[in-house]
């Protein structure tokens, strides 16, 4: 398990492959790491070619022929077609749900949305073939929270105590076993880009009035988590077999305190980290086991230097180490892309 400190990218080698074509699939609110990742491809010889899933499907064509011998697909796109036949590889980094015009009669609505996207799902099936970061059937089933837990678990990896429920009764009696010291989570992650969005999802601390309420959980079932004291929180970017580690003061807000991402920007500061060998080699194993190429994986390290694992988000953003510490991260997506 290679840990990468800040650096320069490395020499660069021109891909060899006729199908030269590498699909980015994101959104068309995302920005720096899909930039940086088409410009590594470049420099290695291959072609990016941007999908803007949420533009799909008023701005985007797709189109899968199929006869007798084979399956023909195609994307249109900013005035640019392909054929699926071009697809080197896939790097899956946000799909979003399609958008449509505000004049689609909202009777219709639930239906195009269901066919859309199903046109999507099987679009992107037909690309089978390329080599996927990350393969979305592993992807989606990485990101459930107690999923992962459990083989970070069976890999010897220290967790944080968990609770998954819709029944108010078992999340106060956890608060109380807790003694209060428990956040409140998503079970899977939403993904955006480095600017965020407002509907973003937060880890948040859970107050006993918040548990007092007893409409909670009603509509949806959340995971708590023991609140885990920290000397330092580390955002881990796992690509291939490097691992790229950023460790963060989050300043004193309490907010902050709890997900840096609360936190003032003036008060984010990351620095160049690295994490001890048999960690490492703990998270390598995770990974291989969750079938995960790329992964920002959380860790904490508490004031008794004992590390916790936190979660690992498939699609997680990496964008501030490559940006703030120098780490050679969308270099190490193309020659993943490209192996």
């Not at 004049?103 to 037909?126: P, Q, T, Y």
């Not at 703030?324 to 192996?339: M, R, T, V």
Request: glycine share 6%; net charge positive; proline share 4%.
């Amino acid at each position: 398990m290679r840990q990468v400190q800040a650096q320069k990218p490395h020499a660069h080698r021109q891909s060899q492959s006729g199908r030269d074509i590498v699909l980015l699939l994101t959104h068309s609110a995302d920005y720096f790491t899909v930039d940086r990742v088409a410009e590594a491809l470049i420099v290695r010889g291959a072609t990016p070619f941007r999908l803007d899933t949420d533009l799909f499907p008023a701005k985007v064509q797709l189109s899968a022929e199929s006869t007798t011998d084979e399956v023909c697909h195609t994307i249109s796109h900013r005035r640019k077609q392909i054929a699926a036949t071009q697809v080197r590889a896939v790097w899956a980094r946000r799909i979003w749900r399609p958008r449509f015009d505000d004049d689609l009669n909202v009777r219709f609505h639930d239906v195009c949305m269901n066919e859309s996207l199903a046109a999507l799902d099987g679009f992107l099936d037909g690309l089978h073939q390329a080599r996927w970061v990350n393969h979305l059937a592993r992807e989606r089933e990485a990101e459930n929270k107690l999923f992962q837990l459990r083989i970070a678990r069976e890999v010897g990896l220290t967790i944080p105590r968990t609770l998954m429920t819709n029944d108010p009764r078992q999340a106060r009696r956890f608060f109380r076993k807790l003694n209060g010291q428990l956040v409140a989570k998503l079970l899977r992650p939403v993904s955006v880009s480095m600017s965020g969005a407002s509907s973003f999802v937060y880890t948040n601390r859970v107050t006993s009035s918040d548990l007092s309420d007893t409409s909670l959980l009603r509509h949806s079932p959340m995971v708590f988590q023991e609140l885990i004291p920290k000397r330092r929180e580390l955002r881990v970017a796992f690509v291939g077999d490097r691992l790229f580690a950023g460790s963060i003061q989050a300043g004193e807000s309490a907010r902050g305190q709890v997900d840096w991402r609360l936190a003032e920007p003036a008060e984010v500061s990351w620095q160049a980290a690295g994490v001890p060998r048999e960690v490492a080699r703990k998270l390598a194993v995770l990974m291989s086991r969750l079938g995960l190429v790329y992964g920002a994986i959380d860790l904490i390290e508490t004031p008794t230097r004992e590390w916790v694992f936190l979660e690992v988000n498939p699609g997680g953003e990496w964008g501030m180490l490559e940006r703030d510490l120098g780490y050679p991260i969308s270099d190490a997506l193309a020659d993943a892309l490209l192996a």
